[in-house]
């Protein structure tokens, strides 16, 4: 059980790692000189959103299994 819950946490991690620099570089090519904070926090929203729900399903598959 401990590991399972250590793989995911694992999971998370690497996913939100992942998401959150996407949307940044995503962020920083459109922006482009512009500082547009409303972008920035929708990106990092959108992001956080992706994480949490790839987390989700990645535990679901895990407890299948």
Sequence with gaps: MFS??????I????INIITN???ITMF???SAGQHG???L????EQ???QSIILTCL???AVACI
């Excluded at 926090?41 to 990092?44: G, K």
């Design 41 to 44: 926090n929708y990106h990092l």
């Design 11 to 14: 999971v998370f991690t690497v």
């Design 21 to 23: 620099h996407y949307h």
């Design 37 to 39: 904070m409303d972008q």
């Design 28 to 30: 920083q090519r459109q």
């Design 58 to 60: 990645l535990a679901i």
């Design 4 to 9: 399972i819950t250590a793989g995911i946490l």
């Design 47 to 49: 992001a956080q959103m």
